[in-house]
């Protein structure tokens, strides 16, 4: 395996009213990230934050192209990006103990930290597709190129 140091091109940040980021995503313009009680908008040329969005926004958040869906709590909302209104709510699959949350393959993906699982589920209904299995704590998930990765930390 070919392993090499990457390269940190640009840096964000900090955001103001701000303490955390909890979920990140690419609508194609601007990268949105999740903050609490907000999630937030910045155009990637300047940095500069340029919409907020008010609802629950406590850990994943992901864009199928048409609609942003955020972790709040035992629940993942679907939100329209134009208005900003919740149209939909599914249980989470972690009941509160969900970490990260990505589309691929028509369906979202969430991980579970402690439990060191990744679901597949139905992004209409929250139904468990399939889970995959981490030897490590899950505390993001995305897909490249056709592969599932997932941040993970250990003590």
Known sequence: MNRSNAEIIREYGPFPDCKHVHGVTYDGQHVWFAAGDTLNAFDPRSGKTVRSIDVAAHAGTAFDGEHFFQIAEDRIQKIDPKTGRVLATIPAPGAGGDSGLAWA????????????????????????????????????VTWVEGELWHGTWVR
């Open 105 to 140: 393959e028509g369906t979202l993906w969430v991980g579970q930290y402690r439990n060191r699982k990744i679901h597949q589920i139905d992004p209409n209904t929250g139904a468990i597709l399939r889970t995959i299995e981490s030897n490590r704590f899950v505390t993001g």
